[in-house]
């Protein structure tokens, strides 16, 4: 089978950039007069950018409209992506494969899509990409609409495309809906690391494995 297409999740798959989400929730909440629990980024990691404004502003009984709360979130973090956060490992390699065997690819992400491609501009690497999507648009990676979105961009099918995921979660999501997955290490979610390698199809200490790039040539 041919792939029609790559899939790639942003934060801590093609970005080292999960630091920021562990520290940008307790730094809005503290800029808002909280004081913010040790496990927030945990009571967040599944949720969309608008879900989390929400529980948010419940939890702590914020005045902000949602709309308010993700202003002041991209205030935080916008800087970070367009000047200082790092490519994974291997990232460049694994993109100049694919661009050599006329695999086309997207971003789909829990961040903005314009983050996503001030990133990608800055590091070099953003002509891989056709496109980037975010969870803001088509909701959470809990369910599979931003990866049949980006399917369709992509013009084929689940069962013609690889999705690349740190997030045992949104591989779960991505392979019940039929995609191909690939399990993207990152140390932020090194408990679900057994899980992730059990789970997929692929799993990648660093994107330019080379066991695996031999493989997915002949795919």
């Known amino acids: 089978m041919k792939l029609k297409g790559a899939i790639f999740d942003?934060?801590?798959?093609?970005?080292?950039?999960?630091?920021?989400?562990?520290?940008?929730?307790g730094a809005l909440i503290r800029k808002l007069g909280g004081d913010p629990p040790?496990?927030?980024?945990?009571?967040?990691?599944?949720?969309?950018?608008?879900?989390?404004a929400e529980y948010l502003i419940g939890r702590f009984h914020l005045t902000q409209t949602p709309e308010e709360i993700l202003q002041e979130v991209n205030n935080l973090v916008s800087g970070e992506y367009r000047d200082n956060v790092p490519p994974k490992p291997?990232?460049?390699?694994?993109?100049?494969?694919?661009?050599?065997?006329?695999?086309?690819?997207?971003?789909?992400t829990a961040s903005e899509a314009f983050q996503a491609?001030?990133?990608?501009?800055?590091?070099?690497?953003?002509?891989?990409?056709?496109?980037?999507?975010?969870?803001?648009?088509?909701?959470?990676k809990s369910r599979p609409d931003?990866?049949?979105?980006?399917?369709?961009?992509?013009?084929?099918?689940?069962?013609?495309?690889?999705?690349?995921?740190?997030?045992?979660?949104a591989a779960h999501t991505a392979k019940e809906a039929g995609f191909w997955v690939a399990g993207v290490y990152d140390p932020s979610s090194r408990e679900e690391q057994a899980e992730l390698k059990r789970l997929c199809r692929w799993y990648l200490p660093r994107l330019d494995d080379p066991s695996f790039l031999r493989e997915l040539q002949d795919v």
């Open 10 to 25: 942003l934060d801590g798959t093609l970005l080292d950039s999960m630091y920021i989400w562990d520290w940008v929730p």
């Open 38 to 52: 040790e496990d927030l980024p945990q009571a967040l990691a599944k949720l969309s950018r608008e879900e989390a």
């Open 90 to 108: 291997g990232a460049q390699t694994l993109l100049k494969h694919l661009a050599q065997w006329e695999i086309p690819c997207g971003i789909a």
């Open 117 to 140: 491609q001030e990133a990608m501009e800055r590091l070099g690497l953003w002509h891989y990409f056709d496109f980037a999507i975010s969870c803001g648009e088509y909701g959470s």
């Open 146 to 169: 931003i990866y049949l979105e980006a399917a369709r961009r992509l013009g084929g099918e689940p069962g013609e495309i690889l999705v690349f995921e740190d997030a045992l979660h």
